[in-house]
């Protein structure tokens, strides 16, 4: 049952990065962009079977883990992440595709890396995964920062037994945390920011969306820009029901650029074709037309 599971999560994610169901990255809880790179150390790994050598580098910031994952080979041709299309532009998963990804820091006892998430990077033959961290506790957070090895688990498609890609971490700068903003709220929500977190190559800021039934918070998506005008490229979500009214939001965005003085969080909701489930409408450059709302925008100083 869990790799059926787990195959139906990579056509589901996949389908949204080919916008088959309508839903754009900065709405979707599930979807990995790759981050900028940062000057990081980047211990590697590899491990070889059934004609294939799956290779790895890993960096961590402090706010997640990032693992860029290669493959070599010619028994298989398809993605390395996501779906293929065939000749008829079917979509199907291919032999060699990444199905599931178990990642396991070795401290006393194990503790295992929930959610993880990858995506493609660049080309059919290269994958981008994604380690957060946030749900650590403190003392957690602080033995992985110190270092610690991190055993990763990768499934494809069509091959029994496991990639096995083992990296010695220790976290790369320091983690600055940021005085959070003042609460913002509409007439529908209440959005408070609960932390600022800047490492070296990502922002990680976790809100608590409040004032109505949580399916609705769902529905709104954040874009983040610095006070240069550049937007954040945005690498992770995590929305998580706490009650019935309120949600969490656990937000991870690339590196800010050294100059800027503050950042703005704009939350919007996104514009659908016909009434509110389907396609996204998209406008004349091709992107999702999305409603900013400003009395929940808030301003985060940096400096």
């Known amino acids: ?20 169901l309508g839903m754009p990255a900065a709405t979707h809880a599930s979807v990995v962009q790759p981050a900028a790179e940062a000057s990081l150390n980047t211990p590697k790994a590899s491990d070889s079977h059934d004609k294939l050598t799956v290779k790895g580098s890993a960096q961590f910031d402090g706010n997640y883990i990032k693992i860029n994952l290669s493959c070599e080979g010619t028994l298989y041709s398809g993605n390395f992440a996501g779906i293929t299309l065939d000749a008829k532009g079917k979509p199907y998963l291919a032999e060699g595709t990444i199905v599931g990804i178990d990642a396991k820091i070795a401290q006393p006892g194990g503790i295992e890396l929930k959610s993880p998430r990858w995506s493609k990077d660049g080309d059919s033959n290269k994958a981008v995964v994604v380690l957060p961290i946030g749900w650590l506790n403190e003392e957690q957070k602080a033995g992985l920062a110190a270092g610690s090895e991190i055993s990763v688990n990768v499934e494809l498609q069509g091959i029994q037994e496991p990639y096995v890609l083992k990296f010695s971490l220790k976290q790369e700068g320091v983690v600055r945390n940021i005085q959070p903003p003042a ?31 949580n399916i609705q918070a769902y529905d709104i998506g954040y874009d983040i820009y610095d006070n240069l005008g550049n937007e954040l490229n945005s690498i992770a979500r995590d929305t998580v029901a706490i009650t019935r009214d309120t949600t969490s939001e656990d937000l991870l965005f690339g ?5 800027a003085e503050y950042l703005i969080i704009r939350p919007y909701k996104a514009v659908f074709e016909k009434g ?21 925008e808030m301003k985060i100083p940096l400096k």
């Open 183 to 213: 609460p913002k709220a509409d007439s529908q929500f209440e959005i408070e920011t609960t932390r600022v977190a800047v490492g070296e190559a990502s922002v990680r800021i976790a809100l608590a969306v409040k004032g109505v039934p």
């Open 1 to 20: 049952m869990r790799k059926k599971t787990m195959k139906l999560s990579v056509i589901l994610s996949a389908a949204v990065c080919l916008g088959g």
């Open 255 to 259: 590196k800010i650029n050294p100059a």
């Open 276 to 296: 509110n489930t389907g396609a996204y409408k998209l406008d004349s450059k091709g992107k999702v037309v999305k409603i900013y709302n400003e009395q929940l």
